[in-house]
């Protein structure tokens, strides 16, 4: 079964600490992988998307990483500011068709002050 | 360019009324798609169109319909509401299908339905 898994469900972190989330899959044939951030009360917006030759991709202060061998993603964030509080959210793509994308819970992540 | 809107933002139903969502996207994309987002869920599809005049069920139709007479516009319809179908609906939109194209959201539309 398709699926993707994300952890932790919430994170609070204080603002400038540095923090990774986590995404397991098991979506197969496996073509790419994004991270999305959705602010509260807007639509998910891209931060990163990598394909299976790639390990690592960076946006800022967002770095993503993936392993294909064991289907497990992370995103860390650098230096995290108040605009980071956000969900974020792990898409796992198929290799074919309209309907191919396979979405996280997503991560809750709250920056403090 | 505004990309993906939608109409209205908030939404309150009462059983078995009917209601349409408003989406359109001035990006000339020709793949439009409709989402549903439940609590602690991820995102469902719920229908797309590949193209003027042709669209296609997605996981989970049931209780909706859509239709795409333009290529900028892609409304759904609601018609007997459910508590079920208390959600937020995202429409969204990309160039192709193509895995690694992305595609671009709307704000949303927060629908209750009591």
């Known amino acids: 079964k398709n699926q993707v898994e994300q952890s932790p469900q919430s994170l609070i972190i204080l603002e400038g600490k540095n923090c990774t989330l986590q995404c397991n899959y098991t979506v197969s044939p496996f073509s790419n992988l994004r991270w999305y951030k959705q602010d509260t009360g807007r639509g998910p917006v891209s931060l990163t998307i990598?394909?299976?030759?790639?390990n690592t991709k960076s946006n800022g202060r967002y770095t993503a990483t993936l392993d294909a061998d064991t289907k497990q993603s992370s995103l860390h964030i650098t230096a995290s500011q108040l605009s980071d509080s956000a969900s974020y959210i792990c898409?796992?793509?198929?290799?074919?068709?309209?309907?191919?994308?396979?979405f996280g819970t997503g991560t809750r992540l709250t920056v403090i002050p | 360019n505004a990309g993906v809107t939608q109409t209205p933002k908030f939404r309150i139903l009462k059983i078995g009324q009917s209601m349409t969502l408003q989406c359109t996207q001035d990006?000339?994309?020709?793949?439009m798609y409709w989402y549903r987002q439940d609590p602690g869920m991820g995102l469902k599809l719920i229908y797309y169109s590949v193209g003027a005049g042709i669209t296609d069920k997605g996981e989970v139709p049931n209780g909706y319909n859509v239709s795409r007479s333009t290529t900028e516009d892609f409304p759904l319809r609601l018609e007997l509401a459910a508590p079920s179908q208390t959600s937020v609906y995202f429409c969204a939109s990309s160039y192709s299908a193509r895995s690694t194209d992305t595609q671009y959201f709307g704000p949303g539309t927060r629908l209750t339905v009591l």
């Open positions: 990006m000339n994309h020709n793949y």
């Open positions: 898409v796992v793509s198929l290799q074919t068709g309209a309907n191919n994308l396979f």
């Open positions: 990598m394909t299976f030759s790639e």
